[in-house]
């Protein structure tokens, strides 16, 4: 990998973006699955 | 008199030592395990952040370290006469007002900034192994919880299932909370305050059985004692959700190892089992979230380059993974 950046290379997101998908997008979707399917990182 | 506490008898312990150290005429001092980097350790038999073996003294005749000396026995002093044997609790800016006196006959403040008595406060409680909630020394409260749980707080019944659009307003000292009914299946722990009202406003956690908590960025002693506590004595496996950056990523990483400041609280603080749900760079796949990726700055960079050299996401290939596909956006998220 390259020793310098860029910054249009590297991103970052936030986790209202999950808002985009819909206002409960999050609650009824994202989270369930997340759980069901143990999808966690350690 | 009501019986002595085991604070109280902490604090004069140091206190008779320093007498006897006086009437023998010798040079008073205290001597505690060192709190700088140097003495900071990843234990990697319980993976959290550890102070190592290093002492050292704090003496009154010593020009570098007397102010300190007569700092630490101020504030101890105080802690003593004015919250332990009173019963009352204090802020850390209040316990600064209190110490910050001028001593007599000099133009010289015992303290000037509020953080060298914060400090002193730390290492009081690497001299008597008390923690800053044991000398009933309490901060700033920032933090929210809902949920299937019901406690008691100094006397009152709350029913964290039935407090509205706000929840649970968690004080600074979660120690005395006594968990009286828990239903919930899981805890789902997280860095934004919007996330939480969106999911209490949908009641994510009644559909799905759990308690959510947020404390609003770093996550406050009180809130770390608190996930601590479900975790251990209700067997509640705890969640971390923050934003898919390096910051998000430390909030996780000083909820499970700890932090280097409190490497002294490690034991009361952190939780090795808490897992990291998200969002992870995958999320940002599988959910098409790419068009919603935002540049990182000079500061995300340098803290991205700061978290990877951690020694305990050094040595794990999926954080170190997730690390990579932040920096090289480009190629990774591309299908």
Not at chain 2, 56 to 65: Q, Y
Not at chain 2, 80 to 87: C, D, F, R, S
Not at chain 2, 304 to 322: A, G, H, I, L, T
Request: charged letters at 30%; hydrophobic letters at 35%; proline letters at 2%.
């Amino acid at each position: 990998m390259a020793e310098t950046i860029k910054n249009d290379e590297s991103a970052k997101a936030e986790i209202q973006a999950l808002s985009a998908k819909g206002i409960s997008f999050i609650s009824e979707k994202y989270l369930p699955e997340k759980i069901k399917n143990k999808d966690f990182l350690e | 008199m009501a019986k002595k506490t085991k604070s109280q008898e902490e604090l004069e312990r140091l206190g008779n030592k320093i007498v006897y150290d006086i009437e023998k005429g010798k040079n008073p001092e205290i001597s505690f395990q060192l709190r700088n980097l140097s003495n900071i350790v990843f234990d990697k038999k319980t993976r959290t952040l550890r102070l190592g073996d290093k002492t050292g003294n704090r003496s009154f005749f010593n020009v570098a370290h007397s102010k300190k000396f007569l700092q630490t026995v101020e504030v101890a002093s105080v802690l003593k006469k004015e919250l332990l044997e009173t019963g009352k609790h204090e802020h850390l800016r209040g316990v600064f007002y209190m110490t910050k006196r001028t001593i007599p006959g000099t133009n010289v403040n015992i303290v000037d900034e509020q953080v060298e008595s914060d400090k002193v406060i730390e290492d009081l409680e690497v001299i008597t192994g008390l923690s800053r909630e044991q000398l009933h020394v309490s901060a700033n409260k920032m933090g929210s919880m809902v949920g299937s749980i019901i406690l008691i707080d100094s006397g009152d019944l709350i029913d964290c299932s039935k407090l509205g659009r706000g929840g649970y307003s968690v004080p600074s000292i979660t120690d005395e909370l006594e968990f009286k009914k828990v239903n919930a299946k899981f805890v789902l722990y997280m860095e934004k305050a919007a996330i939480f009202e969106r999911l209490n406003e949908d009641k994510f956690w009644q559909k799905n059985n759990c308690v959510l908590v947020t404390s609003q960025g770093q996550t406050t002693r009180g809130i770390r004692r608190l996930l601590q506590r479900l975790s251990e004595e209700e067997n509640l496996p705890v969640y971390v959700m923050t934003d898919f950056d390096c910051w998000g990523f430390y909030i996780y990483s000083v909820v499970k190892y700890g932090s280097i400041a409190l490497a002294h609280a490690s034991e009361r603080l952190t939780i090795p089992g808490v897992k990291f749900l998200g969002i992870t760079a995958d999320d940002i796949l599988k959910y098409d979230l790419k068009k919603h990726l935002i540049k990182l700055n000079e500061q995300d960079l340098a803290r991205m380059k700061q978290v990877s050299d951690y020694e305990w996401f050094k040595d794990n290939k999926e954080w170190q993974r997730q690390l990579k596909m932040m920096k090289v956006q480009k190629q990774k998220f591309r299908h």
